[in-house]
T-cell receptor
Framework: DVKVTQSSRYLVKRTGEKVFLECVQD?????MFWYRQDPGLGLRLIYF???????EKGDIPEGYSVSREKKERFSLILESASTNQTSMYLC???????????FGPGTRLTVT | RKEVEQDPGPFNVPEGATVAFNCTYS??????FFWYRQDCRKEPKLLMS???SGNEDGRFTAQLNRASQYISLLIRDSKLSDSATYLC?????????????FGTGTLLAVQP
């Protein structure tokens, strides 16, 4: 089974803090994705990566950056957390000709 | 207009009922479609793929109508455990990566 893990299930941070969300997958997938999910807005793509050290902006990249130094690990960084970044953050991966994405359990981030 | 649109519901149905959800997509170039299931406060998980004219898996049937650009999901003999949000997903969005477009989801509540 594909396994995607995320570093924290719940996180509470203060406005202005730098926040790191980590995601690790164990299936040697080339592609990794970061989404946020908010009520009524669904899943929105923040950033994705199709190879080590490669990244592309998704639909809502503002206020976020990413890092992919190893194939299995994709990090989402909030440089200066703001209250409007309170959300559920979901990491996903896929690879090869397989379009289905496999999700991690999510990190519920609250910024106060 | 959203690329993938769904009725948010909720659909409240009694156990044993048959329920159908529809989803429309705007990008005629989308090649693959999926239904994901998301339980409350959990990550989305793949329910079914819909690659060509349809797919059936037990009580679940998914249909794709390319001419009208819609996808449907039919659930027969609903169970309490079917209560969840069902996400309609299209993709890829093009390019080398396997990006998917998620609908905002349809909430199903099966009642005893």
């Amino acid at each position: 089974d594909v396994k995607v893990t995320q570093s924290s299930r719940y996180l509470v941070k203060r406005t202005g803090e730098k926040v790191f969300l980590e995601c690790v997958q164990d299936m040697d997938h080339e592609n990794m994705f970061w989404y946020r999910q908010d009520p009524g807005l669904g899943l929105r793509l923040i950033y994705f990566s199709y190879d080590v050290k490669m990244k592309e902006k998704g639909d809502i990249p503002e206020g976020y950056s990413v890092s992919r130094e190893k194939k299995e690990r994709f990090s989402l960084i909030l440089e200066s957390a703001s209250t409007n970044q309170t959300s559920m953050y979901l990491c996903a991966s896929n690879g090869g000709d397989v379009y289905e994405q496999y999700f991690g359990p999510g990190t519920r981030l609250t910024v106060t | 207009r959203k690329e993938v649109e769904q009725d948010p519901g909720p659909f409240n149905v009694p156990e044993g009922a048959t329920v159908a959800f529809n989803c429309t997509y705007s990008n005629s170039a989308s090649q693959s479609f999926f239904w994901y299931r998301q339980d409350c406060r959990k990550e989305p998980k793949l329910l079914m793929s819909v690659y060509s004219s349809g797919n059936e898996d037990g009580r679940f049937t998914a249909q794709l109508n390319r001419a009208s650009q819609y996808i449907s999901l039919l659930i027969r003999d609903s169970k309490l455990s079917d209560s969840a949000t069902y996400l309609c997903v299209g993709g890829p969005r093009g390019g080398a990566t396997n990006k998917l477009i998620f609908g905002t989801g349809t909430l199903l509540a099966v009642q005893p």
